[in-house]
């Protein structure tokens, strides 16, 4: 349930930039003018301080939120698993758009004198949007991180990256001709220690599964077994 409530508020904030973005190309405008330009100046002035110092609080909560989760979910035995999610690039690509959107609010703010007097409004209207944009992600990324504590949550991210090709790459199985009928293969697994400069895609289950089995936890190493048979059927 909560994959797909992640799923649609990432879905509900793309849908919301680009209609935003739509109705601002038919002259829409979020930011409203006043009559006398010092005004327009002053309430452009106030928007642009509030976008900054919300997306700079919430940019510091995000990373908060992150080196906390971090810190729950590495135990000693979830060494692997840890290092696979968090090398991924969502949180980069994340973060890497927080500070695109936060430097291009500031940037706004310095050239607000160049905005107004040439009534280019429009770029108000983006720094609005995007800055809702950014904002609306906040609450899946959070979601996403709050999934690493739970290792059931955590077995079917890292069942997810369980692909034919990572297992090939490995050479965690080795398929040829079946000697003994005509016509069918046979598979088997490889059975050897970490290869070096190549990640295991299995190495974070099994250490999951060991742990299931270490602390006799059934309802774990089900739920586990059936999430990578599932996802390698």
């Not at 110092?53 to 908060?64: E, H, N, R, V």
């Not at 949180?91 to 310095?110: C, E, K, P, Q, R």
């Not at 108000?124 to 609450?139: K, R, Y």
């Not at 742990?211 to 990578?228: E, F, H, K, P, Q």
Request: include cysteine.
């Amino acid at each position: 349930m909560i994959y797909w409530f992640r799923r649609s508020l990432v879905v509900f904030a793309l849908l919301s930039l680009i209609i935003g973005m739509l109705l601002v190309c038919r002259g829409v405008h979020l930011f409203r003018t006043y009559t006398s330009n010092a005004d327009t100046v002053t309430g452009a002035l106030y928007l642009l301080s509030t976008l900054t110092q919300s997306l700079a609080a919430i940019i510091g909560i995000a990373i908060a939120v992150l080196f906390i989760t971090i810190q729950t979910s590495s135990r000693p035995n979830f060494t692997r698993a840890v290092r696979e999610l968090h090398s991924g690039k969502i949180i980069g690509a994340f973060l890497l758009l927080f500070l695109t959107v936060l430097s291009g609010d500031v940037l706004s703010l310095a050239f607000l004198a160049t905005i107004v007097s040439r009534q280019a409004f429009w770029i108000l209207d983006l720094n609005v949007l995007f800055s809702l944009f950014v904002t609306i992600l906040l609450a899946p990324m959070v979601l996403l991180q709050i999934e690493n504590i739970n290792p059931l949550y955590l077995a079917i991210r890292l069942c997810s990256r369980v692909t034919p090709r990572r297992i090939r790459v490995y050479q965690l199985a080795t398929i040829g001709p079946d000697p003994a009928q005509v016509g069918r293969f046979q598979c088997s697994l490889n059975m050897w220690g970490q290869q070096h400069g190549l990640v295991d895609p299995l190495g974070g289950i099994h250490e999951i599964i060991m742990t299931a089995v270490t602390n006799r936890d059934r309802l774990l190493l089900s739920g586990v077994n059936r999430i990578l048979l599932r996802c390698i059927a």
